[in-house]
């Protein structure tokens, strides 16, 4: 009885010890990482809007499910110097608040439209749109035609994989869920912050023995996550690490993937039942290794509209914003040009 006494004991005192860690470090971040641009109060919470360039028409970028405005730090100051730009920070995530929608694509939408509407953002907006960030641009689209003046969605997510999830589909989905539901357990004691700050500083092993032990067979994510920051510039590398040292932006994650599911089917339904691309001008960009399946999804996609293209963007994984944002700039610029 002593020994297990004197074991609570010792673990309660070390998640004390890892909450006062966490704690601390949270308040030291707060002063060294000011947000890039300006936080947008929406009424829902307040917003993360990096709001850079002038001209028409306005570019707008939305990231991926888990990314944030800094994934766009390769392509929207190139872009800044031909028209105004904005990238912002969704709910649970980065800079913005933690407050979040009940996670339907529709909110989502409005979400975006909001913190553009109040940051005085001029329409049309041609939206760049990255992975989940598509299933976001093409609802808004629905919503609100009049207000898109054209789309470049960055290898949007496959709607047909998610929307009628198979079993290996919704295995990744739980263990993606699972991954962040703990990893906000670990982020309020502090074991995330340390870890972290070990791997910064150079030593490899315990981190990596701190992820396998907490996430399991999940780690692989983490891992995959962790490689494409790291094509980043890496004046970024500690704001983003940073941001995932907050519980929030677990939460964040794990609500999105939650949503998932209901996300694809909703955009699914839409594009099946209406032409609402039909008369967007709209180029698709998909990475070079991308399925078959996702390939075929991506050619129907830009087929849907009149003005509608794909190109295959080789040397490249899904976030071809870091792998190859020459493809990007590019498009955009085309995009831009042809919307003027």
């Known amino acids: 009885m002593n ?15 890892g909450w006062f860690y966490q704690r601390a470090g949270r308040a030291r971040d707060a002063r060294r990482f000011s947000p890039l641009g300006r936080l947008i109060d929406i009424g829902s919470g307040s917003l993360h809007l990096y709001n850079i360039g002038e001209g028409t028409p306005p570019v707008v970028f939305e990231a991926g499910i888990a990314a944030t405005s ?4 390769l392509v929207q100051p190139e872009i800044a110097k031909i028209t105004q730009t904005a990238s912002y920070d969704r709910a649970g995530l980065g800079w913005s608040g933690a407050s ?14 909001s913190v ?10 041609i939206l760049v749109a990255h992975s989940y960030g598509a299933l976001i641009a093409i609802a808004y689209a629905v919503r ?36 962040s ?16 700050s070990l791997l910064a500083a150079g030593s490899q092993r315990l981190p990596k023995m701190i992820a396998r032990a907490s996430s399991g067979r999940s780690a692989a994510i983490t891992d995959q996550f962790v490689g494409q920051v790291r094509k980043l510039p890496s004046e970024l590398w500690p704001i983003i690490q940073s941001h995932w040292c907050d519980p929030k932006c677990f939460e964040g994650m794990a609500r999105y993937l939650e949503t998932l599911p209901q996300s694809a089917a909703a955009v699914a339904r839409e594009l099946a039942l209406t032409e609402v691309l039909r008369d967007v001008p709209l180029i698709v960009l998909s990475a070079g290794n991308a399925s078959p399946v996702q390939r075929a999804e991506h050619e129907t996609l830009a087929r849907r509209s009149s003005q509608g293209r794909i190109e295959v963007v080789t040397g490249s994984g899904h976030w071809i914003q870091v792998d190859r944002p020459d493809a990007v700039i590019q498009a955009i610029c085309e995009m831009i040009t042809a919307t003027a």
Do not use: N, Y
């Not at 553009?116 to 907006?125: E, F, L, Q, S, T």
């Open 100 to 113: 979040l929608p009940r996670g339907s694509i529709w909110e989502l939408a409005d979400e975006l439209r």
């Open 181 to 196: 539901r703990r990893g906000a357990f670990l982020a309020r004691l502090g074991v995330v912050r340390l870890a972290l």
């Open 144 to 179: 609100h035609p009049s207000e898109i003046a054209g789309m470049v969605l960055v290898d949007p997510v496959a709607t047909c994989e998610w929307s009628e999830p198979s079993e290996s589909h919704l295995k990744t989905l739980r263990r993606g869920i699972l991954l």
């Open 3 to 17: 020994l297990i006494l004197a074991a609570l004991g010792t673990a309660a005192l070390l998640a004390l010890a």
């Open 70 to 73: 800094l994934s766009w730090q």
């Open 116 to 125: 553009m509407d109040h940051a005085d953002i001029p329409k049309p907006r």
